[in-house]
């Protein structure tokens, strides 16, 4: 009997105590893409990536402009070709038409792979100041306000840290 009452004043006073004292949860929150694209370096990956862009949309206008040339030659002597250059021919527009192709995924892709592997220190940069402000401040996490991925959020209950993410960065 003694160890249940003693129990029940226990589970009281642990009742009464949790409903005076508020958990303390604080949370950050900001735009990830924001302050990553307000960093000094971030202008310097971008104009590098548009200068790679630039040399990719270069040699696809150069295979495309081989290939309509090849195509007019094609339509211009379709008539007086024998049969089996006719096809010779087909073949070899199709041949350079996948491989227009082809060369065209691969450059998005390496593209894609570019912007990564430029963005990463920067990123690491990032992810680093958020950690630094996290652990300063206290905070239990930071949340990312971008694309929509909260489209509720109680500012009240948490802190923008932005400005110090951005110092932080500096």
């Known amino acids: 009997m003694k160890r249940f009452l003693l129990l029940l004043i226990t ?5 009464a105590s949790a409903q005076t004292s508020e958990p303390v949860l604080k949370f950050g929150f900001l735009s990830y893409e924001a302050v990553l694209t307000s960093m000094p370096e971030y202008a310097t990956v971008e104009q590098g990536m548009k200068d790679l ?5 270069a040699e696809q206008k150069r295979v495309e402009d081989e290939f309509n040339k090849k195509y007019e030659e094609f339509l211009d002597g379709q008539r007086d070709f024998p049969q ?3 096809q010779k021919r ?8 996948d491989k227009n192709i082809a060369f ?21 940069r990032l992810a680093s100041a958020l950690a630094s402000v996290g652990s300063s401040k206290g905070l ?10 909260l489209p509720w959020l109680n500012i009240t209950m ?8 951005n110092a932080a960065l500096k």
């Not at 593209?111 to 690491?124: D, M, V």
């Not at 239990?140 to 991925?149: L, P």
């Open 158 to 165: 948490g802190e923008d840290v932005t400005d110090a993410v």
């Open 104 to 124: 065209k995924k691969e450059g998005q892709r390496l593209l894609a792979e570019a912007r990564e592997k430029a963005l990463l220190p920067l990123k690491n």
């Open 90 to 97: 087909q073949s070899e527009l199709q041949e350079l038409l």
């Open 53 to 57: 862009e630039a040399q990719y949309a």
């Open 140 to 149: 239990a996490f930071i949340v990312n306000t971008d694309q929509n991925a």
């Open 84 to 86: 089996t250059i006719l």
């Open 11 to 15: 589970v009281i006073s642990l009742s």
